[in-house]
């Protein structure tokens, strides 16, 4: 198929023309074209949104339900969003969980990549792998993840957790405490086997970070939030990561509640779009197993039989089908929407927001080959957003998902 | 006279020529010239530095003192660490100790300015006025300000205190915690009268001050000292000053130890040397007229006869003569070496040093009629350094004061 638009985002430029599909793959870029088109004209083409840090959305949740099913919802539902590609995120479980959650990855790949899901005309967001939020994190900056399953870095356990993939390139992302246990071997191994490794959760000083930065870490998880603050004698994660040019800040979604607009764009100045990752930080809310209480929200879920109880800190109560996406995408920000949000706040051209959502994610988790930029031969991921930044369409892979966009 | 340099360092460029001075004034700057002149070949010329923050130096301090004869000091001895005018800097005190403040600045100017000092060879230092730091600040941000003495602001006061200058130019700059009491009718009195305002020793929100920038605030007060520090759901002060543009940050002395090294990096990747003003805060330590207890630098400066003892916290002591220079140089570091300090840590160029210690700070006070640049007409203020900016020589007015200069 063939779509025409003023505005395609491409890596160095604003293409004006149109671009063909074929076979899942961007086929190439015209200027001129006789024949049928999708009529995308003023609207903004942007490479697929690519969500490195998202646990669960709406009415799947790949964090609390850790099924094959989960993450096929997720593939499902995300393009909605503007999603078209994202890192299945576990959280700090025990061990035999998480690997539960890996497991869920690797049979949802499984089952995806091998073609069964396309017959079904139910192609989605792709999954690229998993990344791993914890467990070596530290329980001091643990937010609302289990303190009992924050534990110290630990080679031996890392091995273990990675030899449970199936699918070993699945296995792409780490968010770790670095001034914890045996960081250094734990980060060593990562970036041996091409895992990026981020610093989260963590209460690293300034110094700490300083001198683990040859062991490859890339870059700080959830900016601003689970880390050590900044403070004007000890920057800790937040002022290391203000710091090196070369750490790149990954934002889970601009509500301008957990992180405010002012100390979003104070980052965006001093890293540019060049160092900025969104993500959604999402968890599929609904699909508690038990309770999950979110404290800036302040609202607690708890699972009540088959439907969701939204306890309000107020006293306020309701209950929501947590397999009604209708009744549930509004319980936590889209991709596309935060993306909407940080720009109205923060002076972002369409080039940085592409940067920020898309180019960069692909390099940081290495698949920038198929991903991140619009160009022949690359996956045909695309997110289309009219000029007020509401999404319009997704393309995932060639295949166009527009039901729910809005 | 005429002075030769490589560096020159003009408000936009950097001249290689001849500097003649005339009269206290810079007469002209030439490109050729015959007859005699001093060599700075190497040398880097820079417009005098100017500190708007210092209540006292060395062996005089105004702040402890408040006498004409400490702020004769000071005009002495400032030129040692480069500084060629300067605010007098009185803190948190009574009303009439304030006053008492303000009176010797009366005196001071009133001697130094009708030439006596002149005609005896002792021209040094220019008094640009006062800088009340204080008595309107917050006492939970007081640092080591006397908590007693921390009031809310009240335009009755403020008057007060202003119609008790004699010489009502010299009441230039002042500190406030703009949340606290009637903060906006004293701003406006302020600006009323030309007197600049900065944010300091407050806990006002991020809202705070953007509701109040109208009333003509220009800057924070010893960025990151206390202020309400940053959080990035509560950006408070040092948010505000990162966001905000227009607001200026004045940095005390860039020891690394009250604001470490990354943290000014920081700010000055955002700030640029053009919102960025150079200050000591020194205060003349060795002059307590009773004890002051530093407890950055951990020791407890106690008045003992004609002798200040220091009372470190580890259980040392020593006694020092507060009025042997050599002597007591060393206990704050001079404007000169923060200089180089801070230029040890973050990449300026010249032209940000001569921003930061000479051209800001004069707008800012406004005498950059007079001061702040390198131009015919203006004062002869000349600050000289070698090019691993070690402090060479100063010119004030005309007058080169050398031999304490190293």
């Known amino acids: 198929?063939?779509?025409?638009?003023?505005?395609?985002?491409?890596?160095?430029?604003?293409?004006?023309?149109?671009?063909?599909?074929?076979?899942?793959?961007?086929?190439?870029?015209?200027?001129?074209?006789?024949?049928?088109?999708?009529?995308?004209?003023?609207?903004?083409?942007?490479?697929?949104?690519?969500?490195?840090?998202?646990?669960?959305?709406?009415?799947?949740?790949?964090?609390?339900?850790?099924?094959?099913?989960?993450?096929k919802e997720m593939c499902r539902t995300l393009p909605f969003g503007g999603v078209t590609s994202f890192l299945a995120t576990s959280g700090a479980d025990t061990i035999g969980e998480i690997k539960k959650c890996i497991g869920a990855a690797d049979d949802a790949w499984e089952e995806l990549e091998e073609g069964e899901i396309e017959k079904r005309g139910e192609k989605g967001a792709e999954l690229l792998g998993v990344h791993l939020e914890g467990p070596f994190i530290n329980p001091q900056y643990r937010g609302m993840q289990k303190e009992e399953c924050c534990i110290e870095?630990?080679?031996?356990?890392?091995?273990?957790?990675?030899?449970?993939?199936?699918?070993?390139?699945?296995?792409?992302?780490?968010?770790?405490?670095?001034?914890?246990?045996?960081?250094?071997?734990?980060?060593?191994?990562?970036?041996?086997?091409?895992?990026?490794?981020?610093?989260?959760?963590?209460?690293?000083?300034?110094?700490e970070i300083a001198s683990i930065r040859d062991a490859g870490v890339g870059g700080v998880t959830h900016m601003f939030s689970g880390m050590r603050g900044f403070h004007h004698r000890e920057p800790g994660v937040v002022g290391a990561a203000l710091y090196f040019d070369d750490l790149m800040c990954e934002f889970a979604k601009q509500t301008g509640m957990t992180v405010s607009h002012e100390a979003f764009d104070i980052a965006y100045r001093l890293k540019g779009s060049e160092r900025i990752i969104l993500s959604t930080d999402c968890s599929g809310l609904a699909r508690t197993q038990s309770q999950f209480d979110h404290y800036v929200r302040k609202?607690?879920?708890?699972?009540?039989?088959?439907?969701?109880?939204?306890?309000?800190?107020?006293?306020?109560?309701?209950?929501?089908?947590?397999?009604?996406?209708?009744?549930?995408?509004?319980?936590?920000?889209?991709?596309?929407?935060?993306?909407?949000?940080?720009?109205?706040?923060?002076?972002?051209?369409?080039?940085?927001?592409?940067?920020?959502?898309?180019?960069?994610?692909?390099?940081?988790?290495?698949?920038?080959?198929?991903?991140?930029?619009?160009?022949?031969?690359?996956?045909?991921?695309?997110?289309?957003?009219?000029?007020?930044?509401?999404?319009?369409?997704?393309?995932?892979?060639?295949?166009?998902?527009?039901?729910?966009?809005?």
Request: glycine share 8%; net charge negative; charged share 30%.
């Open 1 to 71: 198929m063939v779509l025409y638009s003023k505005n395609i985002i491409l890596e160095h430029d604003t293409f004006d023309g149109f671009l063909k599909i074929q076979d899942g793959k961007i086929e190439g870029l015209y200027k001129d074209y006789e024949g049928p088109y999708e009529d995308f004209s003023d609207e903004i083409v942007f490479p697929g949104f690519i969500d490195i840090h998202v646990h669960g959305w709406a009415t799947g949740s790949f964090w609390f339900q850790k099924t094959r099913e989960s993450v």
């Open 299 to 406: 609202i607690r879920f708890v699972k009540d039989g088959d439907l969701v109880r939204l306890d309000h800190y107020d006293g306020r109560q309701e209950w929501i089908d947590p397999g009604d996406y209708e009744a549930v995408k509004e319980l936590e920000m889209s991709y596309g929407k935060s993306v909407k949000n940080m720009a109205e706040h923060t002076r972002v051209t369409w080039h940085d927001i592409m940067r920020m959502t898309s180019l960069n994610p692909a390099r940081y988790i290495h698949v920038n080959d198929r991903k991140g930029s619009i160009k022949p031969g690359m996956d045909a991921d695309l997110t289309i957003m009219d000029q007020e930044l509401n999404l319009v369409s997704t393309f995932c892979r060639g295949w166009e998902i527009r039901d729910y966009c809005q």
């Open 153 to 207: 870095p630990d080679l031996e356990v890392m091995k273990d957790l990675y030899g449970s993939f199936r699918h070993r390139q699945l296995c792409r992302h780490m968010t770790i405490a670095v001034e914890r246990g045996h960081a250094r071997e734990v980060l060593n191994f990562c970036r041996e086997q091409g895992i990026q490794t981020a610093i989260g959760h963590s209460g690293a000083t300034f110094q």
